[in-house]
């Protein structure tokens, strides 16, 4: 909880600087009486505030990298703050704190895109780590370019990263990815990516997930996926069902069964999982949460039943 307030103190520190730089700028404006706007109305305005302010400053820079403006697309260059806490009943408390700045420059490329994080976002492949992860993202500060066409209805990417945690180290992602989308009211959702790391080697990973939309509230996905590590010979699979219940625009649950097979010492089960997830977008592009309880056995606890619970807050710029 330390690390949710510190991020909403961070904000809204932020928010009023926005402010009271743009207030300086045009002193025409007419002061606002602080009793007019409550709360939620300033968070607003603040977000809002800021975002203007990356874009303009990634705008700048993109001129001046061209030279001079070729396009009047407007700029999406957006950032994210991520705070997360973690629990369960073995480990205790854990929490993290991460950043993600995608900057696009419209006058400069065409089709590849310039991120600064301070975790691997290509380590998120997988269902467990990207929506039901249980544990804090590894501290990897560092830069990636990604390359994207779409060849088809197959979205290519390739991405480079350059990681400063230590000694400079390189990783590489090569991935295909569709969306095939049914006349029955079905999507299938393949994927394959080759991908290289100091620390894993070569690697690839694998997954085919379905989704059937049963009505208009719920929705139904079977996940199947595989990641294979060269260097250690470890190949690790997980297949699960997720029933979505959709109960407005902003807010939904989704009931989630997972299992995971590992190949050591042979084919076996290693865990599984049950979960819960709240998810509430409570503005759109500016702040959003999910909730999720869930239930853990694995097989190196003797499948002992680990109760723990996530909390994720994202506040987008």
Not at 98 to 123: A, H
Request: aromatic share 16%.
């Amino acid at each position: 909880m330390k690390t949710l307030i510190a991020v909403i103190g961070f904000a809204m520190c932020c928010g009023w600087a926005a402010s009271a730089f743009a207030d300086d700028l045009d002193p025409a404006t007419p002061a606002k009486d602080p009793q007019q706007d409550t709360f939620e109305q300033t968070l607003i305005k603040q977000n809002i505030a800021i975002s203007h302010w990356i874009d303009g400053v990634a705008d700048g820079l993109d001129v001046f990298l061209a030279g001079e403006r070729y396009t009047k697309k407007p700029n999406e260059t957006s950032a994210t703050i991520e705070a997360s806490s973690y629990y369960n009943h073995f480990e205790g408390y854990t929490g993290a704190l991460n950043f993600n700045v995608d900057l696009r420059l419209p006058n400069v490329e065409e089709y590849w895109q310039l991120t600064f994080t301070s975790y691997d976002e290509n380590e998120d492949r997988g269902v467990r780590n990207r929506f039901f992860r249980q544990t804090p993202r590894e501290r990897n500060y560092g830069a990636s370019v990604g390359f994207f066409k779409k060849l088809g209805n197959v979205r290519t990417a390739f991405q480079p990263r350059v990681s400063f945690q230590g000694a400079p180290a390189i990783s590489h992602s090569l991935s295909f990815e569709s969306i095939a989308e049914e006349k029955d009211g079905y999507r299938v959702n393949p994927k394959l990516e080759f991908y290289a790391t100091p620390g894993k080697g070569a690697g690839v990973f694998q997954a085919i997930n379905f989704n059937f939309e049963l009505t208009r509230v719920y929705s139904i996905t079977f996940i199947n996926e595989g990641d294979y590590e060269s260097r250690v010979h470890f190949y690790t699979v997980t297949h699960g069902v997720s029933l979505g219940q959709r109960l407005n625009r902003k807010m939904s649950f989704g009931y989630n069964v997972l299992t995971s097979f590992i190949n050591r010492p042979n084919y076996q089960l290693d865990s599984y999982n049950f979960s819960v997830a709240w998810r509430h977008l409570v503005y759109k592009r500016i702040l959003d949460y999910e909730f999720i309880p869930n239930l853990d056995f694995r097989q190196s606890r003797n499948y002992v039943g680990n109760p723990g619970v996530t909390l994720n807050l994202n506040l987008n710029f």
